[in-house]
């Protein structure tokens, strides 16, 4: 069988769940799983003696499945991780802590001033009628 461009092209790296770029470095090409970010991805690369300057077309069949069985092994990532951060969440509201009564009412969680930011958290600025002084 002679390998073509166009199969070449269609290669791709599915590392839990997620189809990794194949045009870019391993290093960088891993932080799209949710879960892994520069520092885990520097770490799956030493751990299974990666080049970080490869690129992931450039990779063997082995040694994309040693990176997804390490990361199985070692991480919680995509949707466990998801899973698991929602409920963290669900538990402190639950608890009905201070932390948990923010996440329910839908404000900043961690300190941060309220009377003129927060606008991500709390959503568009709603007018308040005979506000003018």
């Not at 199969?7 to 194949?22: D, H, K, M, Q, S």
């Not at 009905?96 to 958290?121: K, M, S, W």
């Amino acid at each position: 069988m002679r390998l073509t461009n166009a199969y070449l092209e269609n290669f791709v790296a599915r590392i839990a769940g997620v189809n990794i770029p194949t045009n870019k470095r391993v290093e960088i090409a891993l932080q799209y799983i949710h879960g892994i970010g520069a520092h885990f991805a520097e770490q799956i690369c030493e751990a299974l003696s990666i080049d970080r300057a490869r690129r992931v077309n450039d990779l063997s069949d082995a040694e994309v499945l040693a990176i997804r069985e390490y990361i199985d092994a070692n991480f919680t990532v995509e949707g466990d991780l998801r899973r698991e951060v929602s409920m963290n969440v669900k538990r402190l509201m639950d608890l009905g802590c201070y932390r948990g009564l923010r996440h329910r009412r839908n404000l900043p969680v961690r300190g941060q001033r309220t009377h003129t930011n927060a606008r991500t958290r709390k959503g568009p600025a709603k007018a308040i009628a005979g506000k003018k002084k």
